[in-house]
């Protein structure tokens, strides 16, 4: 089955967005597809499950369900200005002043997330605000209840019913940045500092659970609605390709390395709250629910915040949350936008021709040539490269440096062909980097390392980044033989959801029991002994920090930060040799 990837559309300001009716006919496009591919009739679909990328939100007309607004991606970060604004701003410091102290007088977990949080860019409720800003008749129109707001997985199921189910699931409303994931209830307070009317919120019902009935579409049958195929599972891509991973236990770890990496820690049935860009958010939820139960949203265009039903605010009373899972989350933007990078600029044309790339940069030493002439990739959002290009690279020093799509390359000027070898590795290993980064800051708060990491993704494909990340970050790496995560993590929701598993693990047993058998040649890394060496040169490694001074800045002083701990984290892998890879 090919893929129907929907144009982006980006401008220099940020902006990232995609044409809702783009997405809604490559998904119609994608089920057609499916529907050959397996060769079989619609009539022998037991049920559907929807598994998206998250964070990504538009406005629609309630009564004709015309688009309003465009989809604005999570890579959106025309709202960075408004995110740092809102931080610093004297209301909300004070509610993070009152969740530490609530924290320390009650030892609570939902008081320390309080005040751990941070708007960032993200986060859909940052760029809904700044959308409602940017165009003041949305917010007149949001109050009069003639708008539905909702993330991907909202429009499609909005459009798959009819306009009959309005709705989404715990693991998508969690990570939204306006949900409670503790209490499970959309954030009145958070609401209210955006600004953000409650009745344009969707109902939030468990991921595992009955949504309606195909309407439109492909597998369609408003004509006859005996033959109508249910919808029973919802669920983020994330946690999705986590449940796939069969990662249900305490202290499990996946890494999803996509457009951005996602790395999922599990929590078990309490949500852990954590410093430091960890936050909880819900993996997982059954309901038991009745076909008549299905969540439905009436249309009365006379509708106020003021008369929103409770079902909107909150997960319906009526649904009983079974088998709840948390996470904790740790998130970088830069993976696949690195390789889409790379590709572009003609490095590589095929993921087999990269890892050739990378495999002959052993043969020629370029690990001690990157480390001998200071040269590393640091990833940076977009913005901070746009606002501060000026003051990232002190020119006096006559260091060499360009632009990734990401971050800046130091100690390059991508005139040689050598330097599109070291290019190359430099974007790959700060992927490994990133994830060191991200465990240590999990163990730091916890005290808890897994004891293996398993991964997935695109990026996942190659070998060699597996092999140098299980150096850099002390632990096994296993890659599974299992395509498409996030599908199949649909595809277990739903099977819940319509009663064909009595329950997730009986789901990712039945099917690792399957598909184990079908993938016990593709490789997995396993390093027994990649424990990071303490030994290393530690005045050489501030030789190499001390050489990149950029001028004086705030951002400026965390690039320095970062070049150190990627010269650290380097020199520690170098001594080691490869103990190859294994065959599951």
Known sequence: MELNPVPRLERPDGACELDPEAVWESFCKLLDEALQDAEINPDRINCIGISVQRNSLLLWDKKTSNPRTRVITWQDTRSLDLAKKLNHSFIFRSMKTAGHMLYWMTHQSRFKALASYHFKTALACIRLKYLLNEKPKLIDECRK????????????????????????????????????????????????????????????????????????????????????????????????????????????????????????????????????????????????????????????????????????????????????????????????????????????????????????????????????????????????????????????????SFYGPDGLVIGLDYSKSADKLLVARVFIESIAFCTKLMLENYRKQTRISPSILYVNGNVARSNWLLQRMSNTIGIPVERRGLEECSCLGAAIVAGVGAGLWPSFFAATDSLHKRLHSEANSLPSVDINDANLNKRNNKSNSHELYRRFMPESSEICISIKKRYHIWSHLRASYLPKTSTGLKLV
């Open 145 to 400: 209840g003639l708008l539905c707001y909702g993330c991907l997985e909202t429009w499609l199921l909005w459009r798959l019913t009819g306009g009959k189910t309005f709705a989404t699931d715990v693991s998508c409303a969690s990570v939204t940045g306006m949900y409670d994931s503790f209490s499970r209830k959309w954030s009145r307070p958070i609401l209210a500092s955006l600004g953000i009317p409650a009745n344009i919120l969707p109902g939030v019902y468990p991921s595992s659970y009955y949504y309606g009935t195909v309407q439109n579409g492909p597998l369609g049958y408003s004509s006859n609605p005996s033959l109508s195929i249910p919808i029973t599972g919802i669920i983020g891509d994330a946690q999705a390709a986590t449940l796939t991973e069969n990662c249900l236990s305490p202290f499990q770890a996946k890494l999803t390395l996509g457009t951005g990496m996602f790395l999922n820690l599990i929590s078990g049935s309490r949500a852990l709250a954590l410093m430091n860009g960890f936050y909880p958010v819900i993996g997982w939820a059954s309901g038991q629910a009745y076909f008549d139960s299905v969540p439905t949203f009436e249309i009365d265009s006379t509708s106020s915040s003021s008369e929103s039903p409770s079902s909107v605010l909150s997960t319906s009373r009526s649904v009983h949350l079974d088998n709840l899972t948390y996470l904790v989350e740790g998130f970088y933007p830069h993976a696949g936008t690195l390789i889409d990078w790379l590709k572009s600029e003609n490095i590589f044309s095929t993921y087999s021709e990269l890892e050739e790339i990378l495999y002959s940069g052993d043969q020629l030493g370029l690990d001690e040539k990157a480390t001998r002439e200071n040269i590393f990739y640091i990833p940076l959002l977009r913005n901070t490269l746009r606002n501060h290009q000026n003051t990232l690279v002190d020119e006096k020093l006559n260091r060499k």
